[in-house]
């Protein structure tokens, strides 16, 4: 297990818990460190384990998971801890919240085993992954909103490409095809936003794409 992604499972279902152990530890790089079923234990054993990663259902009985995500991102000793959202639900309301939470992707229980293993070691690596359903009901609320905001003026062109991409849903490896850049260049790019957006990681990038409007139906990749 050493050098492996810790992972720890937490959903309210044993038969489930079960599967996605056999999943992550399936992944030669991956390592089920623990597991919980209440949104109270999940704090507990996040706080005993400090995974670098929580798999976190949403609707448990004991606290849900949305308000454990919540008291996990906001734990300075958890600072290294990033939640991915897993859950059979993509009602905006559950979405919103769990992003609003400190969330750092969203998965739906139906994703493919390597869709899910790929969702773990993106997130660990501070990328974001979101199910696409879930992208584009993210796209459809804020299209939905009269007069979007434009790009912050404190950011560079290059950075508003970087930030569009990022609300996509694209990787640091599609990013850099799209712009024909560095890897270097653009983990550059990242954490200059992440400062001047003040943002915790990139899944609030994401959102700040679509707040700002720079992310909409049919948008292409900056060239």
Do not use: W
């Not at 990663?53 to 009985?61: K, N, S």
């Not at 653009?186 to 915790?200: C, P, Y």
Request: aromatic share 2%; hydrophobic share 45%; no cysteine.
């Amino acid at each position: 297990m050493t050098g492996s992604v810790r992972v720890l499972v937490v959903d309210d279902q044993p038969l489930i818990r079960h599967s996605l152990r056999l999943i992550v530890d399936g992944a030669p790089d991956l390592a089920v460190v623990g597991e919980a079923d209440t949104g109270g234990s999940a704090l507990e054993r996040a706080r005993e384990l400090r995974p670098d990663i929580v798999l976190m259902d949403l609707r448990m009985p004991g606290g849900d998971g949305i308000e454990a995500t919540r008291r996990i991102a906001a734990d300075p000793a958890l600072a290294r801890t990033r939640v991915l959202v897993l859950t059979m639900f993509e009602l905006d309301e559950y979405v919103h919240a769990a992003l609003g939470a400190g969330a750092s992707g969203f998965l739906l229980k139906d994703a493919e085993p390597a869709r899910l293993t790929d969702a773990i070691r993106r997130t660990h690596a501070g990328e974001s992954l979101f199910a696409p359903s879930v992208l584009a009901r993210l796209v459809e609320n804020y299209l939905s909103r009269s007069a979007p905001a434009s790009a912050p003026a404190s950011l560079t062109d290059r950075e508003a490409q970087v930030l569009t991409l990022v609300g996509r849903g694209l990787s640091n490896d599609e990013i850099t095809q799209a712009l024909t850049i560095s890897m270097g260049t653009v983990k550059t790019h990242i954490g200059s936003l992440l400062s001047k957006l003040h943002a915790r990681d990139r899944a609030q990038l994401v959102i700040a794409a679509y707040e700002h409007g720079l992310v909409g139906a049919g948008a292409r990749s900056p060239r």
